[in-house]
């Protein structure tokens, strides 16, 4: 076994690889970004290492092994893993890649050879075709619409478009193009026909280089959003035992079709209203998956030290009939993005952090810390949240308790909608399926976060915390005590506070913590009581009913959180109802960015005329496209942005005016602006 690995990656991969190395008694080298220094991998690992250029600097990464004396490379997942260069220069470098080799890789990364190879071991592939021997539009006609685009290169659902009819494919092509071009250095496209009601189910391998390959059980994966997994689960709902064996020896034969070493998963897409299909593959990972938690649970096994141990050449330690699964997994991802704006990534600074302690049969796998930056450099995945029981039903009911005790504050988080997601009727009853997410988006959104950005009782906790903090502010002159108090009638305090483009006065008189007033959109006063209990707690009672929340602030925004809910709120003395965050900002024409990243693309200049919906630019984060369109017709007067400029949340990118050409000729302009 070796004595020291580099970790050639970062968050919570890195530390999960960390820990094993650690239990193991192997030295752990990490390597950090320039954007990740002081990051919390590169902190516990017992030796970390710059990297000037990135993660994706292979020179830097070898050379890092060399200066720290690492006998290997754990690659984690994304970055280098699937990278046949870099396990070539690790090769050369005499230092051993944790992974398939090489040729392997290639086989498997290029889903049209894939396809072609395991179609020769006898295993169901998707009907379709690829470039560069087919007429891809032609391809699309023959199959049938709808039909799915995908990059050959990659993975990760980074480009993959669903088309439903001819006239989207040609913009569908071109998206789909430029997208696999920027994330994986390759523009080769493949079109498949779209499977119904799709189920989205993967197999997990291992493989000695002793020509030993045993699986480790199925994965259901079918709660996506755009293509990316949300919430996986081992064993499937699913599958009955005679289509789980068929799909297991399917994915056997993929892997020994590339004479495959180490941990992969076998892809399959399965028909859901087909009940017994064995599937088709769609492609395999080369690598350690997001998700490996759920199969770790259920078979007791580490996955990262059966790479390691296959990586030093050793024989796999367990046999195919010494693996047994045991009790039910589910694993939710934490991402740093909006349900409520598509899904779109976010960040910010982490103020406030809560993650679960104490939950019977509950992991995290996490590497987030107080004062971290979340940013547009990485993936939005900031952790995972896995819990395991004897059943499915108590496996969903132990992650759920565990999501209503994790709390981040500072960047908007998906937590809510995961836990609005494990409660749907559909997923509790295992009726799962890759287009469910997009079909129950409204009631999901609904559940999550209620019709209000600003439910009543945040409102006056915000209030009483607002007014707490002027109380703490006051100096030793009790004249200066904001609690109302005056000759007669105590005089109430004026809060606006503004949240997802909602406003919401509060008024509050008396001391928070000694009992106050609170009256909420001129309604009448209740008495309300402002606690403290933990560091960054608040502890509100309100007609009798305590509530607790996190609180922290951050600048003039106070973010509340509780039960896996978070609320950012931007406040300020009452005044003007105009003047106030986000005021102007509906109907204004002031075109603004839906998430922080880079301006892509600028479709239009400052004076074109522009209808209605029309494209204005693309913004991207993370490899993900978003194309931002004409609020209404008019003429583009402002387009302070240019195509390769970073951007921030809600940065203006345009301002469209009214257009004179508009109207109906018979009334001047400044009657539609009016």
Not at 31 to 51: C, F, K, M
Not at 158 to 175: C, D, H, Q, T, W
Not at 251 to 264: E, L, P
Not at 537 to 562: H, I, K, P, Y
């Amino acid at each position: 076994m070796f004595d020291t690995v580099l970790v050639a990656n970062r968050g919570e991969i890195a530390l999960r690889v960390i820990r094993t190395l650690r239990r193991l008694g192997i030295r752990s080298v990490a390597v950090y970004s320039d954007a990740d220094a002081g990051a919390r991998h590169a902190r516990e690992a017992d030796l970390a290492v710059r990297l000037p250029g990135g993660y994706l600097d292979i020179d830097q990464v070898v050379a890092a092994t060399t200066a720290t004396g690492a006998q290997a490379v754990h690659p984690g997942y994304g970055f280098l893993a699937e990278n046949t260069a870099f396990a070539r220069r690790c090769a050369a470098a005499g230092v051993v890649f944790v992974g398939p080799p090489p040729e392997a890789v290639e086989a498997m990364g290029d889903k049209i050879r894939a396809k072609a190879t395991v179609a020769d071991a006898g295993v169901p592939v998707v009907p379709g075709g690829a470039e560069p021997g087919d007429d891809l539009a032609e391809t699309a006609r023959s199959i049938g619409f709808p039909v799915l685009v995908k990059p050959s290169a990659g993975g990760g659902g980074k480009g993959m478009l669903v088309v439903r009819s001819p006239e989207e494919l040609p913009a569908a092509l071109e998206s789909a193009r430029r997208t696999a071009a920027a994330a994986f250095g390759d523009g080769t496209l493949l079109v498949e026909k779209l499977v119904g009601d799709p189920r989205h189910i993967e197999i997990q391998v291992m493989a000695d280089a002793h020509g030993a390959v045993v699986h480790l059980g199925e994965r259901e994966c079918s709660l996506q959003r755009r293509h990316q997994k949300v919430v996986e689960e081992a064993p499937s709902p699913l599958l009955d035992e005679p289509t789980r064996r068929r799909m297991a020896d399917a994915a056997i034969k993929a892997a020994r079709s590339v004479g495959y070493v180490g941990a992969g998963t076998v892809e399959f897409i399965v028909p859901g209203d087909q009940p017994g299909h064995p599937g088709y593959f769609i492609e395999m990972n080369t690598r350690l998956q997001v998700e490996h938690p759920v199969t770790e649970l259920v078979t007791g096994l580490d996955l990262v030290e059966l790479q390691l141990r296959v990586a030093a050449g050793e024989p796999l330690p367990v046999t195919q009939d010494e693996i047994v699964t045991r009790g039910h997994a589910v694993e939710a991802r934490v991402y740093a993005e909006d349900p409520r704006r598509d899904f779109l990534p976010t960040g910010g600074r982490v103020i406030a952090l809560r993650e679960p302690e104490g939950h019977d049969g509950v992991r995290v796998d996490s590497a987030l810390q107080e004062g971290a930056v979340v940013g547009s450099d990485y993936d939005p995945m900031l952790s995972k949240v896995i819990a395991w029981a004897p059943d499915r039903a108590g496996a969903l009911r132990r992650l759920d308790a565990a999501l209503r005790d994790t709390t981040v504050l500072g960047v908007t988080t998906n937590i809510a909608f995961l836990r609005a997601l494990l409660a749907d009727p559909a997923v509790a009853a295992g009726a799962l399926g890759t287009g469910l997410i997009e079909r129950r988006l409204d009631a999901l959104l609904e559940a999550a976060y209620g019709a209000e950005a600003l439910p009543v009782g945040v409102r006056a906790a915000a209030g009483l915390v607002l007014q707490d903090g002027l109380a703490a502010a006051a100096g030793d002159d009790p004249w200066d005590v904001p609690d109302g108090w005056r000759l007669g009638e105590p005089a109430w305090t004026r809060w606006l506070l503004a949240a997802r483009g909602e406003t919401a006065e509060v008024a509050v008189r008396g001391l928070p913590r000694s009992g106050a007033e609170v009256a909420v959109d001129g309604g009448p006063p209740v008495t309300a009581l402002l606690g403290r209990g933990p560091e960054g707690e608040a502890r509100v009672t309100l007609d009798g009913v305590t509530s607790r929340f996190a609180c922290a602030r951050d600048g003039e925004t106070v973010w509340l959180g509780r039960d896996g809910r978070s609320w950012a709120i931007t406040p300020h003395v009452a005044g003007d109802p105009d003047d106030r965050p986000g005021a102007g900002r509906a109907g204004d024409g002031v075109v603004r960015s839906p998430m922080p990243g880079t301006v892509l693309l600028v479709k239009v200049a400052a004076g074109d005329r522009v209808a209605e919906g029309q494209p204005l630019l693309v913004v991207e984060a993370m490899k993900m496209e978003h194309t931002v369109t004409a609020p209404a017709a008019g003429v583009v007067a402002e387009l302070p942005v240019r195509a390769g400029q970073p951007v921030d949340m809600d940065a203006v990118l345009a301002v469209v005016r009214d257009d004179p050409a508009a109207g109906d000729g018979d009334e001047p302009a400044e009657r539609e602006e009016a």
